[in-house]
């Protein structure tokens, strides 16, 4: 059974930096291709970031490139966001879940519905 729970949000002013985990149980994210998802307040969840499983290879949506870093820790089955320069436009809440699709041309979840509760990011002066 996939469990993820998600931490490290917050209140933050632009341009600020935060750093997001997700630790993860019933799979492991350097074996899976793994992603950060969020949701703003009436919109769509979309796709972040993502890390392929076997190289290790990430993906940004274009809207925080330069910005965010996505990276695991095997030994803690952990993966993380850091969050800098962020903007008001950050402001969502951040999800974690295996990634279905990883590539330049997109990042999604697919059919997972096994989501955590996520972790809030207010990006306000």
């Known amino acids: 059974q996939v469990q993820l729970v998600e931490s490290g949000g917050g209140l933050v002013q632009p341009g600020g930096s935060l750093r997001l985990s997700c630790v993860a149980s019933?799979?492991?994210?350097?074996?899976?291709?793994t992603g950060w998802f969020r949701q703003a307040p009436g919109k769509e969840r979309e796709g972040v970031s993502c890390i392929t499983n076997s190289a290790g290879t990430t993906y940004y949506v274009d809207s925080v490139k330069g910005r965010f870093t996505i990276s695991r820790d095997k030994a803690k089955n952990t993966l993380y966001l850091q969050m800098n320069t962020v903007k008001p436009e950050d402001t969502a809440i951040y999800y974690c879940?295996?990634?279905?699709?990883?590539?330049?041309?997109?990042?999604?979840?697919?059919?997972?519905?096994?989501w955590g509760q996520g972790t809030q990011v207010t990006v306000s002066s």
């Open positions: 019933g799979f492991t994210v350097d074996i899976y291709t």
């Open positions: 879940a295996p990634a279905q699709d990883c590539s330049g041309y997109g990042i999604s979840a697919g059919g997972f519905n096994s």
